[in-house]
T-cell receptor
Framework: DGGITQSPKYLFRKEGQNVTLSCEQN?????MYWYRQDPGQGLRLIYY???????QKGDIAEGYSVSREKKESFPLTVTSAQKNPTAFYLC???????????FGQGTRLTVV | AQSVTQLGSHVSVSEGALVLLRCNYS??????LFWYVQYPNQGLQLLLK??????LVKGINGFEAEFKKSETSFHLTKPSAHMSDAAEYFC????????????FGTGTRLTVIP
């Protein structure tokens, strides 16, 4: 079945540690996105990538980094510079020029 | 610039009652509008979308929405609420130019009272 897989579903890390969230898709989509979700704030765009080896900052990129070495994969690293990293992170993908985005099941990151 | 405003962060309805979730948008170009649903600790699932053509759009699970350009609105409705409709609903706007990104509202949590 085609889809987007985010792993792990739950992640706990100590403050000051970098952590990488995985996002893999087999939908053959060129564009991939990372969103952060906090209660009452909706979804905010962290980074997006329209094509392999290229990515752009979204609205809240500070403290995050990404790579796009393969079409299928768009990992997100939450660095120690992110002041408040505890949140629900959602990955999405779509074909540029198409309207519908498909979402993964999310990763809930808790930093203690 | 594009933005979405969802009025009411929480809405409660009785089972069998009308569901009305409000969404207003701002867009400098003709918008494409979406409603997504999210169940607890899950990703987002597309309910329906408006691109062009008929302004009344039907989606999954009995939901529909009407695009009203004069009111810059895209409210989501369902004639009769079911317990399984309890979830969070997000309105979003996009355009087929530029980065083609989705801009989301802050969401409305729907509670269905038995």
């Amino acid at each position: 079945d085609g889809g987007i897989t985010q792993s792990p579903k739950y992640l706990f890390r100590k403050e000051g540690q970098n952590v990488t969230l995985s996002c893999e898709q087999n939908l053959n989509h060129d564009a991939m996105y990372w969103y952060r979700q906090d209660p009452g704030q909706g979804l905010r765009l962290i980074y997006y990538s329209q094509i392999v080896n290229d990515f752009q900052k979204g609205d809240i990129a500070e403290g995050y980094s990404v790579s796009r070495e393969k079409k299928e994969s768009f990992p997100l690293t939450v660095t120690s510079a992110q002041k408040n990293p505890t949140a629900f992170y959602l990955c999405a993908s779509k074909t540029p020029g198409e309207l519908e985005a498909f979402f993964g099941q999310g990763t809930r990151l808790t930093v203690v | 610039a594009q933005s979405v405003t969802q009025l009411g962060s929480h809405v409660s309805v009785s089972e069998g009652a009308l569901v009305l979730l409000r969404c207003n948008y701002s867009s400098s170009v003709p918008p494409y509008l979406f409603w997504y649903v999210q169940y607890p600790n899950q990703g987002l699932q597309l309910l329906l979308k408006y691109t062009t053509g008929a302004t009344l759009v039907k989606g999954i699970n009995g939901f529909e929405a009407e695009f009203k350009k004069s009111e810059t609105s895209f409210h989501l409705t369902k004639p009769s609420a079911h317990m399984s409709d309890a979830a969070e609903y997000f309105c979003a706007v996009s355009q087929l130019t530029g980065a083609n990104n989705l801009f989301f509202g802050t969401g409305t949590r729907l509670t269905v009272i038995p």
